[in-house]
């Protein structure tokens, strides 16, 4: 499924920061390279992904100090 929208905000915020996409699309198994780091020495992120359904995934507390990829499947 393709994912329009992938957000990913550290747990201390309180809204979603901007679409990390923006105006592309990821198309169902493709990938991207992000860099998640926000300046704020945070390891822990919620990360959100809307795809081309309406469907919404939403992983809370991703350590991503400790993680080098991340998949939707």
Not at 4 to 24: H, K, Q
Request: proline share 0%; with cysteine; aromatic share 12%.
């Amino acid at each position: 499924m393709t994912m329009m929208e992938f957000y990913a905000s550290n747990v201390d915020r309180s809204s979603w920061e901007e679409d990390i996409l923006g105006m592309d699309v990821l198309g169902s198994g493709y990938s991207v390279d992000v860099d998640i780091d926000d300046g704020s020495g945070q390891c822990l992120f919620d990360f959100r992904a809307v795809f081309a359904d309406g469907d919404e995934v939403v992983d809370s507390r991703v350590n991503v100090c400790e993680i080098s990829t991340f998949t939707y499947e």
